[in-house]
């Protein structure tokens, strides 16, 4: 087989393979002759259908098929002998002319090739890029320790509805006339559970201030709820099409009031929150939860950083130009079930991504980053762990972690963001040792807004 490459502005290439009947003849008559062994046509026995037979029925879609497995091969070979960093598929070119593979024995096939800018990016200790580093004060200490009394908390029985407290009120609830009487056959609910706090109308959630067992209070759900029939369906227990054209007045007649109370600071939330013994004191506590602030500030200090390296390369790199009227037709080619601006939408982002990709190999080479199997189960058990944290669980046994993370690397479309982010944590663990880093110590809520810029 013959092959070509011709790529005089670098970015757009133009393979030709020429394709000639020594490259696929063995390969189809031996298929041919396998078709052969296993054929059953009527008035022949199985294996004696003659030759000639099997050709005509079966010849033509083998020869395609063989001819495309070379091609294809071929293609990939070359690229790969020779270097190129082709980006997406090989396209069928506009140059390409009609090949009829019913007939002859010579074809020619010409693909356009997307082809990635060269360039070179080499980052050393003179390079300087700043690493954040969230002071753990004693307002952050302290605001985990009332999330964590919170988490623990529960609900007392009191007597008067405080509008300053997490009150939840439960009662019945019966629907007026606009008499202001009770409707004989209007909704009715029994033990409706209300928490005024979150009404929305002013007026309306200063009519339970003050209110006691035993009240009955005159409201409005639709007037309290404004434009939330959801809210109102969930409260009357009914579908929210039910509620839609709701006027009426209801009387709520107050059975039980319950206050919210957060846990005590004490051995029994330090038990709840670290394990049974593992604190024993309000420092250790503290302490504790200082440790594990810090612990979770790092993956997020390293994941700014990473941010942050990524600015710096992309800048250092400067404007690449890439070949993006083939680019496009890559994506169009690569997400036919999407609409027909998709790629006009989502081009400019592939483009940024593809470029910090490009660069984010070169770094990955120039760091002697590998990846092996126990790197990746470990980001899977450190994402797992991430996830439970979100919920408050921060005391996850590791056998629990290790299944999880399993499940995770079971699911396909799960695995390749797995990599990547194992990919990612030692390239930041690399980079850290080559770079001049520039220490700065921030508050959160400084930390935060790095992110709003």
């Known amino acids: ?77 070359y690229v790969r002998e020779n270097k190129i960093q082709m980006l997406g598929e090989p396209l069928p070119s506009e140059k390409q002319e009609p090949q009829d593979l019913e007939q002859g024995s010579t074809y020619t096939f010409v693909f356009d090739i997307a082809v990635a800018p060269e360039f070179k990016i080499n980052l050393t200790a003179k390079d300087k890029i700043p690493y954040y580093q969230i002071t753990v004060d004693d307002k952050l200490i302290e605001q985990q ?4 009394a919170s988490r623990a908390g529960h609900y007392d029985k009191v007597e ?30 029994e033990e409706a559970i209300l928490m005024p706090q979150y009404i929305k109308v002013a007026a309306q959630k200063k009519l339970f201030d003050g209110a006691k067992l035993g009240d009955t209070i005159k409201f409005n759900p639709k007037k309290a709820y404004p434009g939330n029939d959801a809210e109102v369906a969930a409260l009357l227990k009914m579908k929210k099409e039910e509620v839609a054209d709701l006027k009426s007045n209801f009387n709520y007649t107050i059975k039980e009031i319950s206050r919210f109370v957060k846990a005590e600071e004490n051995k029994e939330l330090f038990n709840q929150v670290f394990g ?55 994506m169009k080619n690569n997400n036919q079930d999407k609409a027909e601006d998709y790629v006009d939408k989502n081009f400019e982002g592939s483009i940024r991504e593809l470029k910090w990709h490009l660069i984010k190999e070169q770094l990955v ?45 079971k699911k396909q479309e799960s695995v390749q963001g797995i990599v990547d982010r194992a990919i990612e944590q030692k390239l930041m663990a690399a980079m850290k040792e080559v770079v001049k880093l520039t220490e700065k110590n921030v508050t959160l809520e400084e930390f935060n807004k790095l992110f709003e810029a």
């Not at 503290?286 to 994941?303: C, H, P, S, T």
């Not at 941010?307 to 800048?315: C, G, H, N, P, S």
């Open 160 to 189: 008067t509805f405080d509008p300053e407290e997490r009150d939840m009120l439960k009662g019945n609830l019966v629907e007026l006339d606009s008499k202001g009487k009770e409707k004989k056959d209007g909704i009715k609910v």
């Open 1 to 77: 087989m013959k092959v070509t490459f011709e790529c005089p502005d670098k970015i757009n290439g133009l393979m030709t393979l020429t394709v000639e009947e020594a490259d696929y003849k063995e390969s189809v008559e031996k298929k041919l002759k396998d078709y052969r062994k296993k054929a059953t046509l009527p008035g022949f026995r199985t294996g004696m259908v003659p030759m000639g037979l099997i050709k005509k029925q079966y010849g033509t879609a083998l020869k395609v098929d063989e001819i495309n497995r070379v091609v294809g091969e071929e293609i990939y070979k």
């Open 276 to 330: 049974e013994g593992v604190v024993k004191t309000k420092k250790q506590f503290r302490d504790k939860i200082a440790e594990g602030l810090k612990a979770q500030f790092a993956g997020e200090q390293d994941y700014r950083f990473l941010v942050d390296l990524r600015q710096y390369a992309e800048k250092k790199v400067g404007d690449l130009k890439f070949p993006e009227e083939l680019l496009k037709r890559v």
């Open 145 to 148: 320790v009332d999330s964590y």
């Open 365 to 409: 080479e120039q760091a002697g980053v590998k990846i092996e199997d126990a790197d990746v189960k470990t980001t899977a058990k450190e994402m797992a762990r991430a996830q439970f944290a979100q919920y408050g669980m921060g005391n996850v046994p590791d056998e629990y972690l290790e299944n999880y993370a399993g499940e995770m690397l």
